[in-house]
């Protein structure tokens, strides 16, 4: 074997290379493994199976604006809706419209299941029970305090609800309430909740409509981060951080149909076509809501988040429902350069307004100037006839006459039902703070109930007859002590289930107890225990801090508990 020649001396001797370039270099060399090598080889023999993309038919108008007024307007006969016929003699029956008894079984149900399901026993849980905790829960919403334990407290105590109901038993409900079988699970993001909500939303469908709808987003409230993306957050709502919740109110405040929103699973049961797919989520949203109408023609009214040209063609055309709405300047498909711009209508006086249709679609556009800017589109009326009316003036302080297109009339009387209704619930909410998440959904399905049922009573009993609290303050009463008796549904006595202990007499601050003014000695007519000595029994006691003390004159045992508790 012939020898390597030797290497050439260099006075300049090359500098080695870095130890990552011989990393580098030893990796390159190192062969590959034949196996791995041959199966790359199968991968790229095999054929690539990509699905084949479904083109969707975007729907696309034919838009001829014109400066002129609407010609194929539309009209509701307001005989084909009639007032709710439904005369009740109480707020508890009211309420059972909505909170049907098959919800409350369904509840206890799998609150025992639950309970057996992580304990291995039931916490025998009853309809009455459930009953009772609603009841306390509408009562915390009225008589509010900073924590639920402070209603038991000894020294803020509220009898009305410590009485009904011991607090270890009602944090044990509190704790294990659930609404579905947790071993049947599946994707539906709100599976913990889906079978109360869909039962109370098709008893809210068995109102009789009223013609005349507003469409917004409902939010309940909910700052956890148990919810994960079900949690949203909505800049100009009073309530920025909870559950988005899409409904379908009246004028009157009654909710009619609603829908949660959880992204990509929102539309879980409806079905669209390929032209509603191509209108957004705020276009579906709408159509999803007015499939549940059954009573035509209707009017819908919503915001620039959920209008377009799209859509009110849709509602007319395809659903015979006609819409109005404000509608943002990049949806306007065209009609801009027919409009004056924002500067030019700002110029002018106040209460101006600028219009264009589409008659061939039966569209018209309304931009009118008052505090701002703001664009209408409709599909069943336009500016005629104009109205005057009165606003406040900065510069003359006073109210002057300013005209009114009858969209901004129409769209101003209807549009507040949401608003009208959140802010009824908002006003004795039911405080049911948790880190489980459903449980804030279902506090608010049950003032949405309440809310129904007191608007209901009002229209039947007159408007007049009872606020929402004294209404409220009837459901308390109804759910607490309606047809109580004192054997449960299996025959046991509640009494001895769960003893509700009566209140120790708070003990008097030191600043009272040592300010030797108005501690005078009293004889009642019980028999108590000494609160000083805890051994003697007597009827004396202190007429300032209410507390029994014994003063013993007996020869064998000499004691003064009333002085001693007096004295430093």
């Not at 791995?36 to 108008?61: D, F, G, H, Y």
């Not at 949690?231 to 951080?241: A, L, T």
């Not at 209408?376 to 297109?405: G, L, N």
């Not at 009208?420 to 908002?426: G, K, R, V």
Request: hydrophobic residues 35%; charged residues 25%.
């Amino acid at each position: 074997m012939p020898t390597p020649p030797a290497p050439e001396y260099s006075p300049h001797p090359t500098p080695l290379p870095r130890a990552t370039n011989n990393r580098n270099r030893r990796k390159k060399s190192v062969p590959k493994i034949t196996a791995i090598n041959n199966r790359n080889k199968r991968k790229k023999s095999l054929p690539k199976v990509t699905a084949k993309k479904v083109k969707k038919t975007r729907l696309v108008l034919n838009l001829k604006w014109l400066k002129t007024t609407l010609k194929n307007r539309g009209f509701i006969d307001e005989n084909l809706y009639k007032a709710p016929n439904v005369r009740l003699e109480t707020a508890l029956n009211y309420l059972y419209l909505f909170l049907t008894p098959d919800i409350i079984e369904d509840i206890v149900h799998n609150t025992n299941l639950y309970s057996v399901q992580q304990t291995g026993k039931s916490i025998q849980f009853s309809n009455g029970e459930l009953k009772k905790f609603l009841g306390i829960e509408i009562l915390m919403g009225i008589i509010k305090m900073p924590a639920y334990t402070d209603y038991w407290a000894r020294k803020t105590r509220y009898p009305l609800i410590a009485d009904e109901m011991p607090l270890k038993r009602y944090q044990q409900i509190r704790r294990n309430i659930h609404f579905v079988d947790n071993s049947f699970q599946n994707t539906d993001r709100y599976f913990k909740i889906r079978p109360v909500m869909e039962k109370i939303r098709l008893n809210f469908l068995k109102l009789e409509e009223e013609g005349e709808y507003s469409i917004d987003e409902m939010m309940i409230p909910y700052k956890g981060t148990k919810a994960g993306n079900r949690r949203q957050y909505i800049q100009n709502k009073p309530k920025k951080w909870g559950f988005k919740n899409f409904v379908r109110v009246g004028v009157s405040g009654l909710i009619y149909d609603f829908i949660m929103y959880g992204g990509d699973d929102t539309f879980r049961g409806y079905t669209f076509t390929d032209a509603e797919e191509s209108i957004g989520i705020g276009g579906k949203v709408v159509i999803s809501l007015c499939k549940s109408i059954q009573t035509k023609p209707a009017v819908i009214f919503a915001d620039n988040f959920f209008t377009s040209p799209e859509l009110v063609y849709i509602l007319r055309n395809e659903y015979g429902i006609f819409s109005l709405g404000t509608i943002r300047n990049n949806r306007l498909r065209g009609c801009q350069d027919l409009l004056p711009s924002d500067k030019e209508m700002k110029k002018k006086p106040r209460g101006n307004s600028a219009q264009i249709v589409c008659n061939q679609n039966n569209l018209a556009v309304v931009k009118r100037s008052d505090n701002k800017v703001v664009t209408f589109i409709s599909s069943y009326m336009d500016s005629h006839p104009i109205e005057t009316i009165k606003r406040y003036s900065k510069d003359k302080r006073a109210k002057i006459d300013v005209p009114c297109p009858q969209v901004v009339k129409q769209y101003n009387k209807h549009m507040g039902g949401v608003d009208l209704a959140d802010m009824f619930i908002s006003l004795y909410r039911i405080p049911f703070k948790s880190r489980r998440w459903y449980l804030g959904i279902f506090s608010q399905l049950i003032d949405m109930c309440i809310n129904n049922a007191w608007i209901l009573y009002r229209k039947e009993h007159g408007q007049n007859k009872t606020p929402l609290k004294n209404f409220r303050l009837e459901i308390y009463e109804g759910l607490c002590k309606f047809n109580r008796t004192v054997i449960d549904e299996n025959g046991e006595n509640i009494s001895k289930k769960h003893i509700i202990q009566k209140p120790v007499i708070e003990r008097p601050t030191d600043c009272i107890r040592y300010d030797n003014v108005g501690h005078f000695p009293e004889i009642g007519e019980k028999t108590m225990r000494c609160r000083f000595c805890k051994d003697g029994r007597t009827t004396i006691y202190c007429i300032k801090g209410n507390m029994p003390l014994c003063i013993v004159a007996g020869e064998r045992k000499k004691r003064n508990c009333f002085r001693q508790f007096h004295t430093k």
